[in-house]
C-alpha cells in the first residue's frame, strides 16, 4: 500500500515530466494508480468555479465564461497531459488527468486527501530550492500529509515540454 | 533503470524513522540492492572535526570521555540492528555513525557513497519554523543532488 496511489502534480515543465520514470519503476513496488494534476493558479483560472477538469467536454464548457484562448490554452495542456500520461497506462497503471483550479499547497493536499493519495511527488529545479527561492516548495511539502519524493532537475536542463 | 539500486536511509531512530524503515524495505521490489545506514550525533562531550566517522576512526573512539564512549557504542548498536533487518529483507547494507552538522553529514555520506535516493524522516516541528531556523529535511532537500523521499509525521 505504500505507494499504490501516486499523486503526480505536472506544470509542463521538463523538472515535472523528470518524476516520470520514477512513477514507472514504482510500479514493481505496488504503483497502482497515477493522478497526473495541474493546478491552476488563481492568476490563470480568475473566476473559474472549483471543479475537476477530468475531460475534454469540462474544458470546453468554460466557453460561456472564459475567452476562447484561454479554453484552447487549458485543453492543449490536457492534451499534453494525456499523451504524457499514455506510457502509464501502457505499463498497467491505472491513470487519471485532472485540471484544478487553486493555489498550490492548498489543492494539492486536498486532492491528496480526497483521493486517499499513498506519495505525492514533486519535480522540481535546483534552483527553486536555493535559499531564496524554497518557499513554494516547502509549503507543498507541509500541506501535505503524505510522504512526498522530491526529484530534481538542474535549472539549465527545465524548460518548457 | 537503476533509479533506486542504491538508497541511503537517515535515521534518529526515532518512530518516525521506523516508519521510513519501512519503505526503504519496500523499495526492494523497485530494484534497491543496497542501503547506506547514515546516523549523524552532534551532541557528544567533546568537539570533534566535522565529519569524523565514529565506526571506522579507532583511534577518535578511544580518546573519548567514557561517557561518550557508552552513548557511541548504544548508537552503533542500533545500527546494527537496523542492518540485520535489512539484511534478513536480502538487502546489502552499510553503516555510518558520522559527527557533525546532520544535514551536511548525510549529503556528504550520499555524495560519498554516490546514492541513487535519500530516504527520511521529517518531523513536523521542524517543516514549520524552517523558514527562521531552517531543519535538518529541508536542508537536505536543499542540498542532495539525488531524490529525496520525505516520510512525514502523520498524526499531524
Not at chain 1, 480568475?46 to 472564459?66: P, Q
Not at chain 2, 538487502?91 to 557533525?100: A, F, N
Amino acid at each position: 500500500m505504500l505507494f499504490e496511489k501516486v499523486l503526480y502534480p505536472f506544470d509542463m515543465r521538463k523538472a515535472s515530466l523528470n518524476v516520470k520514470p520514477y512513477i514507472l519503476k514504482l510500479k514493481e513496488a505496488g504503483c497502482r494508480e497515477v493522478h497526473m494534476v495541474y493546478v491552476l493558479l488563481p492568476s490563470e483560472w480568475g473566476l473559474i468555479t472549483k471543479e475537476e477538469f477530468d475531460c475534454e467536454e469540462k474544458i470546453e464548457a468554460l466557453r460561456s465564461a472564459m475567452n476562447e484562448g484561454f479554453v484552447m490554452g487549458l485543453l492543449k495542456i490536457f492534451r499534453k497531459m494525456k499523451e504524457i500520461a499514455k506510457e502509464f497506462e501502457e505499463n498497467g497503471i491505472k491513470t487519471r488527468v485532472v485540471l484544478i483550479p487553486g493555489e498550490l499547497d492548498e489543492a494539492l493536499a486536498w486532492y491528496a486527501n480526497k483521493y486517499q493519495i499513498n506519495l505525492v511527488t514533486l519535480g522540481v529545479t535546483s534552483e527553486s530550492l536555493s535559499i531564496f527561492r524554497v518557499g513554494k516548495i516547502l509549503e507543498i511539502i507541509k500541506a501535505v500529509t503524505q510522504p512526498v519524493l522530491v526529484v530534481k532537475t538542474p535549472e539549465e536542463e527545465d524548460g518548457e515540454v | 533503470m537503476p533509479l533506486f539500486r542504491k538508497t541511503l536511509y537517515a535515521t534518529d531512530f526515532s518512530p518516525l524513522a521506523e516508519v521510513a524503515l519501512d519503505y526503504v524495505k519496500k523499495l526492494k521490489e523497485a530494484g534497491e540492492e543496497e542501503v547506506v545506514v547514515v546516523h549523524v550525533v552532534d551532541d557528544l562531550e567533546v568537539e570533534l572535526p566535522e565529519g569524523t566517522d565514529l565506526i571506522r576512526e579507532k583511534e577518535v573512539f578511544k580518546i573519548l570521555p567514557e561517557v561518550d564512549q557508552e552513548y557511541v557504542i548504544n548508537l552503533i548498536e542500533k545500527l546494527n540492528a537496523i542492518k540485520e533487518i535489512l539484511e534478513d529483507e536480502g538487502l546489502k547494507v552499510k553503516i555510518y555513525l558520522r559527527y557533525g552538522n546532520i544535514p551536511k553529514q548525510i549529503v556528504a555520506v550520499a555524495d560519498e557513497e554516490r546514492v541513487k535516493l535519500i530516504v527520511m524522516g521529517a518531523h513536523g516541528k521542524g517543516l514549520l519554523s524552517e523558514l527562521l531556523l531552517g531543519s535538518v529535511s529541508t536542508d537536505v532537500i536543499r542540498e542532495a543532488k539525488c531524490p529525496v523521499l520525505i516520510v512525514k509525521r502523520r498524526e499531524e
